[in-house]
């Protein structure tokens, strides 16, 4: 069970410490959960694997099928509402669809810009005529939805969108012009939530349906991956859209683009960490029937380390997402759903965990980008072969880093929300960090007398906390309003905030199994966290003396440096060993079925 905490804020878990009784795990699945999670993975392994040749060919007919198919199992509704045709089932449910869903590449993205960035600003901003018109449809993929946000020349600076809409005169409709991009969906898509600027400055959304005057699409966009994924521009010339289809509030779109990627982050790093179980899987399948020099590959100890590593970051982007889908589960349970505001609500308490979203989507993105490589690496040719499924899985991977905002621009945001939380006296994070600071003269302060079960573990990771907070600290009053330019240092901050949810989401989630079973039973779970602690904190250790040598020289450079090498001290495991022992684990288990 959670523990009931009254309030963990976004990045708190940076500022104390956490008991394994307050996160949410996979082992705390509820018995709907692991029904949905069966019936997703029953779905994928029969009706979409078997078709991902196929759909990679753009045979668009199959996607649609694939969608009503899902529609009829309720996986296109777990987000909507009871009243307009849904599940309404928590964030955690959400997750775990997406999650099993991961493996099948292009369908994944077809799949979420539907189910997810196609229906939720509807879900969480549209009027209560918008949601009775159209979700009950999208629940079913009579409908299918897409979404666009970038144009020609606006990516990631999106509120420079230069597609304008100007109220006709008699008031009935909104005029728009411009060209919309990188439409997932778009050559099958029945309704295209979109933005543009009303009376040119005013960021508003709008729902599109395909048949109105002005509305056409491109031709289909040749990608490097995701293949089977329709994915076009928005072409719109004197589109005529009525005016009841604003969504939110006229100059407020940004409201609903930032939110809406948000939940597409978090939703991304579960996509991620299904699709690393599916590549894990195959590189061992393929690791235990392939012999070289009397050997089988998986017997080598160069070929161990690559499946222990896989499978150890698998497992802690795994731990990261389903704590971060805990904690806003935990939240959006105390909003009463027959509140008029009710998905404000929720759509806050989302928003609260925006820094841990961003992260989870860089992670878990960079997770499966490792998986993908090393799968092609143990597969050797064949790896590179069409013919194996590493190819594909290699390419559609690697959209996953731009999606949703780049992975660039997520490490900028995740240490920025921070940063600002901070100075605006939301989060205490300068309070601690000065804290921290007066504590750092104290002989004690990296002291560990604790006897307890993984205490070194426990003060590796307390520690990780802390430089991290140092860090964060002293780069705000080095560089103070300005530190929106420095974005090394805050793309290594976020680094280390990264590194550190990690850890602790890996040894809390340990912590939680061994108090239930023991510590003989989960074996490879306590190896897999402690190669991860003793080789992240090593690269906290990293970023930290990159920052360092940024803000600092001289005497004061090397007081600091002194410092965060007392902050780091430990004694090294023998990570060799253990990831010899985890690969027998998970090729004798037959890939990660952990």
């Known amino acids: 069970m959670i523990k009931e905490v009254t309030y963990t804020k976004g990045g708190e878990f940076l500022l104390r410490e956490f008991a394994p009784e307050e996160i949410f795990t996979p082992e705390d699945f509820s018995e709907t959960h692991k029904m949905i999670a069966k019936t997703t993975e029953d779905f994928v392994n029969g009706e979409v694997m078997p078709r991902v040749h196929e759909i990679d060919e753009m045979k668009h007919e199959i996607n649609v099928a694939l969608l009503r198919k899902a529609g009829e199992l309720g996986l296109l509704s777990i987000d909507i509402p009871e009243e307009y045709g849904g599940l309404g089932l928590d964030k955690t449910s959400s997750m775990i669809v997406a999650e099993k869903i991961g493996p099948t590449g292009a369908w994944a993205v077809t799949h979420g810009a539907h189910a997810g960035i196609g229906t939720l600003p509807i879900v969480y901003f549209g009027t209560p005529e ?57 050559g099958f898509a029945d309704v295209y939530i979109t933005f543009a600027q009303v009376d040119g400055d005013k960021f508003t959304a709008f729902i599109i349906e395909k048949g109105y005057p002005g509305v056409s699409t491109a031709a289909e966009e040749r ?9 076009r521009q928005l072409l719109l010339d004197n589109a005529r859209v009525p005016a009841e289809n604003v969504v939110g509030e006229i100059g407020k779109g940004h409201l609903v683009a930032f939110n809406i990627l948000n939940i597409g982050r978090f939703k991304l790093g579960a996509f991620a960490v299904g699709a690393s179980k599916h590549v894990i899987n195959e590189a061992v399948k393929y690791a235990d029937q392939r012999k070289q020099f009397g050997k089988r590959l998986h017997e080598f100890p160069l070929i161990k380390h690559k499946i222990a590593e896989m499978a150890t970051r698998t497992f802690v982007g795994e731990s990261m997402v389903y704590r971060t889908a805990g904690m806003i589960d935990h939240l959006v349970r105390s909003v009463d759903k027959t509140n008029p505001e009710a998905s404000k609500l929720i759509l806050k308490s989302i928003e609260e965990y925006a820094a841990e979203c961003g992260m989870l989507k860089v992670y878990c993105s960079e997770i499966l ?35 949703e905002g780049t992975n660039e621009i997520n490490r900028l945001l995740a240490s920025g929300m921070l940063l600002k939380r901070g100075s605006k006296g939301e989060l205490n994070l300068f309070g601690y960090a000065k804290q921290l600071f007066d504590e750092l003269m104290t002989p004690s302060f990296a002291s560990n007398g604790e006897e307890e079960l993984f205490a070194a573990e426990r003060k590796l990771v307390s520690n990780a906390k802390k430089i991290t907070v140092l860090m964060l600290g002293a780069a705000a009053q080095k560089y103070m309003m300005n530190i929106q330019d420095e974005q090394e240092v805050l793309a290594a901050a976020t680094d280390m905030m990264m590194e550190t949810y990690a850890m602790e989401s890996g040894l809390l989630r340990v912590m939680k ?7 003989a039973q989960n074996a490879v779970y306590i190896d897999m966290m402690k190669v991860f602690i003793n080789d992240a904190l090593g690269r906290v250790a990293e970023h930290a003396t990159n920052i360092l040598a940024s803000i600092a020289e001289g005497d004061y450079l090397r007081t600091q440096l002194a410092a965060l090498k007392r902050l780091t001290k430990h004694t090294p495991v023998n990570t060799f060993a253990l990831r010899r022992r985890i690969a027998d684990t998970v090729v004798e288990m037959g890939g990660y079925k952990l």
């Not at 199994?513 to 510590?519: D, L, N, P, R, Y």
């Open 369 to 403: 980008d490792y998986v993908v490589d090393e799968g092609v690496q143990i597969l050797g040719g064949y790896g590179y072969s069409e013919e194996y499924p590493m190819a594909r899985a290699y390419r559609d991977a690697r959209i996953n880093r731009i999606f």
């Open 513 to 519: 199994k061994v108090a239930s079973s023991g510590e």
């Open 223 to 231: 990608k490097m991956g995701i293949k089977g994924s329709s994915t």
């Open 130 to 186: 918008q949601k009775a018109k159209y979700l009950p449809k999208f629940a079913t993929a009579e409908l299918i939805s897409s979404y666009s946000l970038s144009e020609p020349g606006s990516g990631s600076d999106a509120l420079s969108a230069k597609t304008t809409a100007k109220l006709s005169p008699d008031g009935t409709h909104y005029i728009l012009n411009g060209t919309k991009m990188w439409l997932s969906n778009a």
